[in-house]
């Protein structure tokens, strides 16, 4: 039977697939080092557990309206306000199963087939995957040879075409770490603006972000910046919520109330008990998240320094999230225990089967020649990770 072109293009999430390989392997009993995972390793915080479990035994086990509880969504509008300085209402908010959904629902509400989304590389690869499933064509900006591997404002222009509808900004970004001043954001806001092209601005790591840095939400740029954007976040990645499937996005009311439509028939509401302890989340003590943010800093500061110190090995500190992207392009093109080394998936591959270290690499991020290193990991498995780094680095064949 002939299937869909969404069907037949459709790629398994290279960061996930990595990930289950390397916990297939665990499961057998391997001694693997994993530093795929894009999740804190942390539990959720037990005021959250316990709001979900009295959400169960008072009732809230029944369909809720398809864009979210109502006094979630006041409580996101209350946050944003609060926080990061942006005017929403509830109405112009739509609570998913994740960011990863409230993304796809609002592509859906901007994109036509044949339409183009600009992502700056690199970038999270579901991005792609999503816009192909809209019928629309991913355009990839190469950003690896830009400082901070960021995207400017002049490679935005050069982008920008008569099918460009999107372009998409993730600050901190999944996979560098990097984050955007408010005079860079400003900058490409600016081009947005000018050609009219709608601003995703995904800002699911925006609390974990350190050295005193401070996030900046694009929509707070201009009232014809907020007018062009669209922000997506999550309790996900803040609280230590990746499993409980619950985020936003909040826009103009001419982009949210469609993809509301949309998503009362696609999915209806998400996950009432998840949108309980959502609920907890946001409003409740937030000690858990400084905490957290404390244990990756340290994590960070070991992951980066061994990096730093193996030859061949670039990486730069990452301002936010919890992944270091090393460029790892002076490891390549060599032969390591007989095996020849070309690209970074070879790489990572190798690195798994040959000393059992699990990352990720950075093709399908559009980075070749990168890697993706998760500090979601304990600082014991730091190093132990880095010790196995250099034992694969010490097989090279010609050294
Ligand atoms: C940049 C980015 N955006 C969105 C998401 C999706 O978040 P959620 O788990 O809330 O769907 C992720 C998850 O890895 C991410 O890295």
């Given amino acids: 039977m002939e299937l869909s072109r969404a069907a037949k293009t459709a790629e398994p999430s290279a960061t996930l697939s990595l990930n289950a390989l390397a916990k297939q392997l665990a499961a057998q009993g391997e001694d693997v080092v994993s530093f795929t995972v894009g999740e804190p390793d942390f539990d959720t915080p037990e005021n959250i557990k316990q709001a979900a479990i009295r ?3 008072s009732g809230y086990t029944k369909y809720s309206p398809a864009p979210g509880f109502p006094d979630l969504r006041e409580a996101i509008a209350e946050n944003l306000k609060e926080c990061n300085g942006l005017d929403y209402d509830s109405q112009q908010i739509i609570v998913s199963n994740g960011a990863k959904q409230a ?7 901007v994109l036509d087939p044949g339409d183009q989304i600009l992502l ?3 970038y999270w690869p579901s991005y792609a995957d999503q816009a192909k499933a809209c019928g629309a064509e991913p355009v990839v900006i190469d950003c690896t040879s830009n400082p901070g591997l960021k995207l400017t404002p002049d490679k935005l222009a050069d982008a920008v075409g008569p099918k460009t509808k999107i372009i998409m900004v993730n600050s901190p970004s999944n996979p560098t770490g990097m984050v955007y001043t408010k005079e860079e954001l400003q900058a490409l806001a600016q081009v947005a603006v000018e050609n009219n092209i709608w ?3 995904d800002e699911v790591y925006e609390r974990l972000i350190y ?3 401070s996030h900046v939400s694009m929509a707070t740029l201009s009232p014809e910046i907020y007018n062009h954007t669209v922000t997506f976040n999550a309790v996900s990645k803040t609280y230590a919520m990746t499993g409980w499937r619950i985020g936003y996005a909040a826009g103009p009311e001419e982009v949210i109330t469609p993809a509301c439509r949309l998503q009362s028939n696609l999915t209806s509401g998400p996950n009432s008990i998840a949108q309980r302890a959502a609920l907890e989340a946001i409003t409740g003590p937030q000690d858990a998240v400084d905490e957290m943010l404390q244990k990756f800093d340290a994590r960070r500061k070991l992951l980066v320094s061994g990096l730093n110190e193996i030859d061949g090995v670039e990486c730069k ?5 919890f992944y270091a992207f090393p460029d790892c392009n002076g490891l390549l093109k060599k032969s390591y225990d007989g095996r020849q080394i070309n690209d970074s998936m070879s790489l990572s591959k190798a690195l798994l089967e040959k000393v059992r270290l699990a990352v990720v690499p950075g ?5 070749e020649g990168y890697l993706r290193f998760s500090y979601a990991v304990s600082e014991e498995n730091i190093e132990k990770g880095l ?11 010609d050294a």
Wanted: hydrophobic share 40%; proline share 10%; with cysteine.
């Fill in 211 to 213: 050295d005193n840095r």
């Fill in 103 to 109: 993304l796809y629902m609002l592509m859906l509400c």
């Fill in 120 to 122: 700056p590389a690199p």
């Fill in 199 to 201: 601003i995703f601005s």
């Fill in 363 to 367: 093709s399908p991020f559009g980075a």
């Fill in 317 to 321: 500190t990452p301002g936010g999230a």
């Fill in 387 to 397: 010790k196995r780094l250099k034992k694969f680095l010490n097989m090279r064949d």
């Fill in 55 to 57: 959400a169960v035994q």
